[in-house]
Nanobody
Framework: QVQLIESGGGLVQAGDSLRLTCVRS????????MGWFRQAPGKEREFIAS????????KYGDSMKNRFTISADFDKNTIYLDITNLEPEDTAVYYC??????????????????WGQGTQVTVSS
């Protein structure tokens, strides 16, 4: 069974940068499209970014393009989310998600079959 394990969250100050990491287990030669989402208390899960397994093409949520960067090292079964200039509004649980598709980028939670347990990011002002 595929597991996704996130790390890198924590308590940071506004203006800081952060790198979140998601590792797929068990390791696989498959390159499947992956994504990052976040969910703040009382809000719906929000799409941040997706990366294609085959091409490495990326897609971002409309409000995520400037400060969020998704990247992948599929040889290490790992994807990353870099966040710069963190704001208190970024406080949320951040989730890594995986699809069964090699191609394409996906913005809907319905396209994802695997989810990590989430990592909490808290931004203090």
């Amino acid at each position: 069974q595929v597991q996704l394990i996130e790390s890198g969250g924590g308590l940071v100050q506004a203006g800081d940068s952060l790198r979140l990491t998601c590792v797929r287990s068990p390791p696989s030669f498959e390159r499947r499209s992956m994504g990052w989402f976040r969910q703040a208390p009382g809000k719906e899960r929000e799409f941040i970014a997706s990366i294609s397994g085959r091409s490495g093409a990326t897609k971002y949520g409309d409000s995520m393009k400037n400060r969020f960067t998704i990247s992948a090292d599929f040889d290490k079964n790992t994807i990353y989310l870099d966040i710069t200039n963190l704001e208190p509004e970024d406080t949320a649980v951040y989730y890594c998600a995986g699809t069964i598709f090699e191609m394409g980028v996906f913005i809907s939670t319905h396209n994802y079959d695997y989810w990590g347990q989430g990592t909490q990011v808290t931004v203090s002002s």
